[in-house]
C-alpha cells in the first residue's frame, strides 16, 4: 500500500515551458486536491476534486489545470510556467467530507524551479 | 482576517519541557479540525484530528474552544524528536470538502 505517490520529485523548467505533474493514490479515495507550500504562506490550495471526472477551483488556480480521468490519479499543469511558480507541490486524498472521513492523506511533495 | 491562524514561533523549548500553542479560525460552523507535523522539506503527516471538545494521545492533546474558536496544542514531556512545524488545518466556511491550513507554527527543541 504505496499511499498518496507524486511524480516528479524534483523538476527544472525555463519560463514558458510546460509541465504535468502527476499524483496516484492506492487508498481508493473520492477526494484529491492539488496544494503548493512557499515560505511563511503555508498550505494554499489550487485546485481539487470530488470525484472522477469532477474537479473544481481552490485559492490559487490560475496558472494551473487539473484532470481527474481516473479515481486514483490526479493531474496537474502547467501550461506556460512563470518564475512565480516556482514552489513545493503536495498532493493530498481524503476518503471524504465530513467529520472522521476528511482526514488528508499527502504525497511526498515535487520540487518545482522556473527560471 | 485570515481563516486559519496560527503563530508562526518559533518556539525554542528545553527538553522535557512543556509547550502549547493555539490556532484561531474564523468559520463558527467548522466541524473538523486537524493538527498536521511537518518536517523540513518533508510532507505534512497528520498528528491527530479533533472532531469534539479535545483529543490525547500519548504525551499530545488537543483541545477545542468553540466559543472563542481555536484549537491549541499541548505538548508534554518534550523530545528532541518533536522539533518540527506543527500545521493547524480547519475545514472551509464555504465547503466542507475544502481544508484551509494555517502558516505553521516552528518548534525546536534544545536539549
Known amino acids: 500500500n504505496a499511499g498518496v505517490t507524486q511524480t516528479p520529485k524534483f523538476r527544472v523548467l525555463k519560463t514558458g515551458q510546460s509541465m504535468t505533474l502527476l499524483c496516484a493514490q492506492d487508498m481508493n479515495h473520492e477526494y484529491m486536491y492539488w496544494y503548493r507550500q512557499d515560505p511563511g504562506m503555508g498550505l494554499r490550495l489550487i485546485h481539487y476534486?470530488?470525484?472522477?471526472?469532477?474537479?473544481a477551483k481552490g485559492e490559487v488556480p490560475d496558472g494551473y489545470n487539473v484532470s481527474r480521468l481516473k479515481k486514483q490519479n490526479f493531474l496537474l499543469g502547467l501550461e506556460s510556467a512563470a518564475p512565480s511558480q516556482t514552489s513545493v507541490y503536495f498532493c493530498?486524498?481524503?476518503?471524504?467530507?465530513?467529520?472522521?472521513?476528511?482526514?488528508?492523506?499527502f504525497g511526498p511533495g515535487t520540487r518545482l524551479t522556473v527560471l | 482576517r485570515k481563516e486559519v491562524e496560527q503563530d508562526p514561533g518559533p518556539f525554542n523549548v528545553p527538553e522535557g519541557a512543556t509547550v502549547a500553542f493555539n490556532c484561531t479560525y474564523s468559520n463558527s460552523a467548522s466541524q473538523s479540525f486537524f493538527w498536521y507535523r511537518q518536517d523540513c522539506r518533508k510532507e505534512p503527516k497528520l498528528l491527530m484530528s479533533v472532531y469534539s471538545s479535545g483529543n490525547e494521545d500519548g504525551r499530545f492533546t488537543a483541545q477545542l474552544n468553540r466559543a472563542s474558536q481555536y484549537i491549541s496544542l499541548l505538548i508534554r514531556d518534550s523530545k528532541l524528536s518533536d522539533s518540527a512545524t506543527y500545521l493547524c488545518a480547519v475545514n472551509a466556511h464555504s465547503s466542507a470538502s475544502k481544508i484551509i491550513f494555517g502558516s505553521g507554527t516552528r518548534l525546536s527543541i534544545r536539549p
Open positions: 493530498a486524498s481524503s476518503y471524504a467530507s465530513g467529520p472522521s472521513t476528511d482526514t488528508q492523506y
Open positions: 476534486s470530488v470525484g472522477e471526472g469532477t474537479t
